[in-house]
Structures are given as structure tokens and as C-alpha cells.
């Protein structure tokens, strides 16, 4: 009976430990050491091998990108730069952009993007155009609707959300919920929270228009502000809110003169 106790024991805690619980692990690192030592393209075989692969949730490339994996995102660019790896998506629609761990997997999945390919099989006349593609999957929603950008303010990442909105990043997108990267960026500046209001500063700046979306709640940022008493967001949104409006009533009659002069 004791014998038959301590069995047990010792079959639970090997089950448990990481060595036998872990395959898929050890499937990613065999993988990644067979990506790394390849000095040129990789093998077709390897191909499908990536494309396949799957832990849990993520690919090859997710779980790169979650893991701020930035010399296997790099390897992936040199040795396999074929479109369908870079637009893979994990169940709940999210790609490598919304996982970026920090800045610099963000800058690598970046540069990556400029190298690719369209797959070995595509019709001829397809035309590839990466700039296009990365804008694409920058401002794809999760089933939620959330883009990458929206994923790295939530996650308070405010380097990583700049340098998207400096490649093509849309900030009037909005989420199922109806927020904006600007409304979840207005929650963040209710304390003292320096970073929170450059980058707040910095998205008005890039996209004005910004100031008069609604969220689903009917609320603008502006309104958003006031009802959380983010003071400081608060002044600087009504600040760029009459800046738009002074400059839409201006425009609007410029057109209306050249209208009554033709």
C-alpha cells in the first residue's frame, strides 16, 4: 500500500514538471536551432514545417514577437520571407503587431516586412506590395475589433503605439466597443502619468479629426476627460479641438468665396 502511494506521488510530480509537460516547448526550441543555423532560403520542407507549427495559440512568428524573440524574427525575414508566415494569425484574429513584446521586436517586425515575398505558387500577376501589406495587418481588429495600436496603449507600451502611428497606424479606427486609441489613452492619463500625456499630445497631433469621434457610450474625448477628471488631457484636447474647428470654419469659407467668385 505505501509502495503503491509513493508510485503514485512520483508519477504525479514527473507528469508536472516542466520536463514532461512541455513538448511543445521543446518543438519550438528544435525548430528555432534548425531556423538558425540555415545560411540561405529555407528548404521547402522547413517551410511547411513553420507554416504548421502551432503552440497552443501561436505561430512560430506570434510567439516570436511575444517573447521580444527579435533574432528569430530577423532569421525568419532572411531565410523565409514568404507572406503567408508574416500574415498569420492566432483564433482570436491577432498578429504579430498586436503581440510586440517591446520597442525593439516592434522595430524588427518592421524592417522584416520590407523583405517579403509572395509565396512560391501565387498567379504570376499578383503584385506584391509590402508597405501595403504591413499597413494592413498594423490596422487589422481583433475579434474585438482592437488594432495592434490600441493593444500597445492598453498595455501602456506608449514607444512601441508611437512608432506605429508613424508607420501608418490609424487612429479614427475604432473597436466594437467603440473607442478609439485616443479614448484608451484619455483612461491612462487620470493620475500622473507624463508618458501618457506626450503620447495623448503626440496622436492629437498626427490626427485631429481624432477629437470629435464618439465612442459607443456617444462620448468624445473631450467628454471622456471631463467625466474622469483627466485635467490635463482635458485642456490639451480642448486646445486642439478649437484649433480643428477654427480651421474647418476657415476652410469652409475660403471654399465658399472661391465658390460665389467662379
Same mark, same amino acid.
Given at each position: 500500500?505505501?509502495?503503491?502511494? !509513493?508510485?503514485?506521488?512520483?508519477?504525479?510530480?514527473? *507528469?508536472?514538471?516542466?520536463?514532461?509537460?512541455?513538448?511543445?516547448?521543446?518543438?519550438?526550441?528544435?525548430?528555432?536551432?534548425?531556423?538558425?543555423?540555415?545560411?540561405?532560403?529555407?528548404?521547402?520542407?522547413?517551410?511547411?514545417?513553420?507554416?504548421?507549427? =502551432?503552440?497552443?495559440?501561436?505561430?512560430?512568428?506570434?510567439?516570436?514577437?511575444?517573447?521580444?524573440?527579435?533574432?528569430? !524574427?530577423?532569421?525568419?525575414?532572411?531565410?523565409?520571407?514568404?507572406?503567408?508566415?508574416?500574415?498569420?494569425?492566432?483564433?482570436?484574429?491577432?498578429?504579430?503587431?498586436?503581440?510586440?513584446?517591446?520597442?525593439?521586436?516592434?522595430?524588427?517586425?518592421?524592417?522584416?516586412?520590407?523583405?517579403?515575398?509572395?509565396?512560391?505558387?501565387?498567379?504570376?500577376?499578383?503584385?506584391?506590395?509590402?508597405?501595403?501589406?504591413?499597413?494592413? *495587418?498594423?490596422?487589422?481588429?481583433?475579434?474585438?475589433?482592437?488594432?495592434? *495600436?490600441?493593444?500597445?496603449?492598453?498595455?501602456?507600451?506608449?514607444?512601441?503605439?508611437?512608432?506605429?502611428?508613424?508607420?501608418?497606424?490609424?487612429?479614427?479606427?475604432?473597436?466594437? /466597443?467603440?473607442?478609439?486609441?485616443?479614448?484608451?489613452?484619455? =483612461?491612462?492619463?487620470?493620475?500622473?502619468?507624463?508618458?501618457?500625456?506626450?503620447?495623448?499630445?503626440?496622436?492629437?497631433?498626427?490626427?485631429?479629426?481624432?477629437?470629435?469621434?464618439?465612442?459607443?457610450?456617444? =462620448?468624445?474625448?473631450?467628454?471622456?476627460?471631463?467625466?474622469? =477628471?483627466?485635467?490635463?488631457?482635458?485642456?490639451?484636447?480642448?486646445?486642439?479641438?478649437?484649433?480643428?474647428?477654427? /480651421?474647418?470654419?476657415?476652410?469652409?469659407? !475660403?471654399?465658399?468665396?472661391?465658390?460665389?467668385? /467662379?
Amino acid at each position: 500500500m505505501k509502495l503503491t502511494k !509513493i508510485l503514485f506521488v512520483l508519477t504525479t510530480v514527473c *507528469l508536472l514538471s516542466p520536463a514532461f509537460a512541455a513538448p511543445q516547448g521543446a518543438a519550438l526550441a528544435g525548430l528555432r536551432t534548425e531556423l538558425m543555423q540555415l545560411k540561405g532560403r529555407a528548404p521547402s520542407a522547413v517551410v511547411r514545417r513553420v507554416l504548421s507549427y =502551432r503552440e497552443g495559440e501561436e505561430t512560430l512568428l506570434l510567439s516570436a514577437s511575444r517573447r521580444g524573440d527579435v533574432a528569430l !524574427i530577423e532569421k525568419l525575414a532572411q531565410t523565409l520571407p514568404d507572406s503567408r508566415v508574416f500574415q498569420q494569425k492566432d483564433s482570436f484574429k491577432r498578429n504579430a503587431f498586436h503581440w510586440a513584446a517591446d520597442y525593439n521586436t516592434a522595430l524588427a517586425l518592421m524592417k522584416t516586412y520590407s523583405r517579403l515575398r509572395l509565396h512560391e505558387g501565387a498567379p504570376q500577376e499578383d503584385v506584391f506590395d509590402s508597405r501595403a501589406f504591413r499597413t494592413a *495587418l498594423m490596422n487589422a481588429g481583433d475579434l474585438r475589433g482592437e488594432t495592434p *495600436l490600441m493593444y500597445q496603449v492598453k498595455a501602456r507600451r506608449y514607444e512601441v503605439a508611437f512608432l506605429y502611428l508613424t508607420k501608418n497606424a490609424d487612429l479614427c479606427r475604432k473597436a466594437v /466597443s467603440g473607442e478609439t486609441a485616443v479614448h484608451l489613452l484619455v =483612461r491612462q492619463c487620470t493620475g500622473h502619468s507624463p508618458e501618457a500625456l506626450t503620447l495623448l499630445t503626440r496622436f492629437l497631433h498626427g490626427e485631429p479629426y481624432v477629437v470629435f469621434l464618439r465612442d459607443g457610450a456617444g =462620448r468624445t474625448p473631450l467628454e471622456l476627460a471631463q467625466e474622469l =477628471r483627466a485635467r490635463l488631457a482635458y485642456e490639451k484636447i480642448k486646445e486642439v479641438q478649437q484649433q480643428e474647428s477654427e /480651421s474647418r470654419t476657415r476652410n469652409l469659407r !475660403i471654399l465658399l468665396r472661391n465658390f460665389l467668385n /467662379s
